[in-house]
């Protein structure tokens, strides 16, 4: 039980792995250094910043301080995991946009908290915006933009009246 | 090249025997938001780590009984945020777990941790103190149940024994129209430590509950002071010397988040605010017009 790593299997982006990860690693530096996934961006690296935000069962997590065999069983989507077949996804095109994407280095968690944000509340208001964003820092301080790519993410993704489903 | 070693076990049983008689070197994780952060930050070099959240027997349930609500050990901070009969009835709890870091740490950290970690400043503690709050802990020669202002002693430490854990927290239903609230002063909105917390009661016409969170060692209730809040809701002048005893029972310290005398003068503010808040919470207001 206290070997040195321990076996995960976990949905990630969609697809199953299964991986023997080191039993004190982090889920940021799995993704990273063993899967290559360099999207998901180390920071502060103590759970403040929100740059390795991902999601774990649809729930944003900052992954610096999630211990990566937590995630046993779980599903992890990561920036990777957003566009699907290499079609951007309407949050990612909305920061284009609005020009919300600055150094660059927060988006990916930004993206994710957005996406956690409108997977559960198509229509947030500003003050319901800033409060699931209120764990990701932009330090270009760019903030309104990125409010501003958030709303106008919400409205694409709101079905059109009348246009049915 | 391990920092420490983790252990995920499957059962209770397997935990205790992972638990070594006052082996401080062994951390229990449930969320990690406290313990991971800490050792990143160096503050603190465990050992090993024992994990909570694979256990069978334990949950992360909020569950409606006949008598209150019981939040399992594992049960996450969103999730109170959230809870319909939290929000209703314990309105309080689910204020001050959405003031707690960020959505990030609270779709993490859990309430059963945040109790665990006895900080001054935790903000689930002084709504826990108002509602009655029992602590369930379980271990290796069974369980039993600690009124939650006895199971925090000092910052940091608790009444958990070598080789217990908490099992699950219980807060009796308020009376029925009682209002509560928690109002937290810090420097910033969001992901900030109190720097001062108010957790209010207003059960009834004249019964004010009262606690204080980052002012002392512990959370302080002021019980001497809350018959004189209580007069208080009709008598401006006692609700004065009410709010005056309160902030007597305070032993706030200085540190890098504010002053002693800041804090001695903040209390009383945010004593006041949490108060009327709950009041206008209940519906004992009506009966003192009526």
Known sequence: MTADTFDITFTLNGLRKSIAVRTDAMLAEVLRENLGLLGTKVSCNEGECGACTVLIDGRTANSCIVLALEVDGCAVTTIEGVAVGGVLHPIQESFIEEGAVHCGYCTPGMILSTKALLDHNPDPTTGEVRKALEGNLCRCTGYNRILKAVSRAAEKLRPTPGAGE | ?290
Do not use: W
């Not at chain 2, 503050?43 to 959240?53: E, G, H, M, Q």
């Not at chain 2, 807060?171 to 108010?198: E, H, M, N, Q, W």
């Open chain 2, 1 to 290: 090249m391990a920092q420490f070693r983790v252990a995920a076990p499957r059962t209770l049983d397997e935990a205790f025997s992972l638990l070594p008689i006052q082996d401080r070197d062994v951390k229990l994780v449930a969320g990690g938001t406290d313990v991971l952060i800490h050792i990143r930050a160096g503050k603190s070099a465990p050992k090993r780590l024992v994990l909570l959240s694979k256990i069978s027997e334990l949950d992360d349930d909020i569950r409606v009984t006949d008598t209150g609500i019981r939040i399992g050990a594992l049960a996450r901070l969103s999730d109170v945020v959230r809870h319909p009969v939290v929000l209703a009835r314990f309105t309080a709890l689910a204020e001050a777990a959405a003031q707690i870091g960020s959505e990030q740490i609270r779709n993490r950290g859990t309430v059963c941790g945040n109790v665990a970690n006895a900080s001054p400043a935790g903000d689930t503690l002084p709504p826990l103190y108002v509602f009655d709050a029992v602590v369930n802990l379980i271990g290796p020669n069974g369980r039993r149940a600690v009124p939650i202002a006895a199971f925090v002693q000092a910052p940091g430490r608790t009444d958990l024994a070598a080789g217990e854990l908490i099992e699950s927290i219980v807060c009796p239903f308020p009376p029925d129209g009682a209002g509560s609230g928690y109002i937290k002063l810090a420097r910033r909105a969001g992901i900030d430590i109190s720097t001062v917390g108010a957790a209010a009661m207003v059960c009834d016409a004249d019964t004010v509950r009262l606690a204080l969170g980052a002012v002392g060692p512990t959370p302080i209730r002021p019980l001497a002071a809350e018959p004189l809040l209580g007069a208080g809701l009709r008598d401006d002048e006692a609700f004065d010397r009410g709010i005056t005893a309160a902030a007597e029972a305070t032993t706030p310290i200085s540190d890098i988040r504010a002053s002693r005398d800041y804090r001695l003068a903040m209390v009383q503010v945010m004593a006041r605010e949490a108060i009327r808040l709950s009041q206008q919470r209940s519906t004992s207001k009506d009966r003192v017009q009526a």
